[in-house]
């Protein structure tokens, strides 16, 4: 599910442009892992998403690879590293980075026609604890993830990123889980 601009729009101008479609997102994941890389723990992972909407909202298509680094740092303790690329396609793009002539008019913006291509690259961290102290075991887990991606090519360009937004991107979060 994708809710980019589609409610509680903070920026006065962005605001002007109007409220966004929900978009659902289904597709596949195809990926490769290798263990053992420095311990015999660990697990290295590439993977491949790819999903289309099909909601109607962007009507279009999100390529992102991944590559992952799974390390435990302890018996209770665990550490993913991770770097991926979001590669979309033009409908996607003009859905969310294009500024309509109407649109120009109601916001101020410079009218843009955003086109498909890298959209952003980055990377996140995430690591987790174990509440009994052993993550083979499953059960409840504390976690935190931080993140950083940079917009690329028209999505970085666009007025509504490169005047009223940042191509610099942040994503934090704290929270419990519970594996079976």
Request: proline share 3%; glycine share 12%; hydrophobic share 40%.
């Amino acid at each position: 599910v994708r809710l980019n601009r589609t409610r509680q729009i903070k920026d006065d101008v962005v605001k002007r442009l109007g409220e966004l479609d929900t978009a659902i997102e289904l597709g596949g994941q195809a990926g490769i892992q290798y263990s053992g890389v420095i311990t015999p723990y660990d697990t290295l992972s590439a993977t491949v998403d790819v999903v289309w909407d099909v909601a109607g909202a962007h009507k279009g298509r999100i390529i992102t690879p991944t590559v992952s680094f799974l390390t435990p740092v302890s018996r209770g303790a665990a550490v993913v590293l991770s770097v991926s690329a979001d590669h979309v396609d033009d409908n996607f793009n003009d859905y969310y980075f294009s500024v309509s002539p109407a649109g120009s008019i109601a916001s101020g913006l410079p009218s843009y026609q955003a086109e498909g291509g890298f959209k952003s690259a980055g990377v996140n961290a995430l690591f987790t604890y174990d509440l009994n102290g052993d993550i083979t075991d499953g059960g409840f887990a504390l976690f935190a993830l931080a993140g950083y991606s940079r917009l690329f090519g028209d999505a970085k360009n666009s007025p509504i990123t490169s005047i009223r937004g940042s191509a610099d991107q942040f994503i934090g979060g704290v929270g419990l889980g519970y594996t079976f």
